[in-house]
Nanobody, 119 residues
């Protein structure tokens, strides 16, 4: 079993940057694909994902070139570095773990971190 705790959310101006971190517990963390999702009123979407092993990354078109996902298996942590933030990025961000893939069949979820981008 994996427990996930996000940190690093907050309020930032348009064009600013934030780094979200997701700390995981459980010795099987390296075996899980990891993803970041976000929930805004009326919609929930995949943001970024990273696989097990060599860590292949994937991104939603809306964040490509602006967000970077990374993982550190030794520290049991996955980060989302967000740059050039826009008001449309405002949402609650969740990290999630899956034994299948970085954007599907997510088995474990964190509690979420609020990100607010002011215009």
């Amino acid at each position: 079993q994996v427990q996930l705790v996000e940190s690093g959310g907050g309020l930032v101006q348009t064009g600013g940057s934030l780094r979200l971190s997701c700390a995981a517990s459980g010795h099987t963390f390296p075996d899980y694909h990891m993803g970041w999702f976000r929930q805004a009123p009326g919609k929930r979407e995949f943001v970024a994902g990273i696989t097990t092993g060599i860590g292949v990354t994937s991104y939603a078109d809306s964040v490509k070139g602006r967000f970077t996902i990374s993982r550190d298996n030794a520290k049991k942590r996955v980060d989302l570095h967000m740059t050039m933030l826009k008001p449309d990025d405002t949402a609650v961000y969740y990290c999630a773990a899956s034994p299948v893939g970085p954007s599907v069949a997510m088995a474990y979820w964190g509690q979420g971190a609020q990100v607010t981008v002011s215009s």
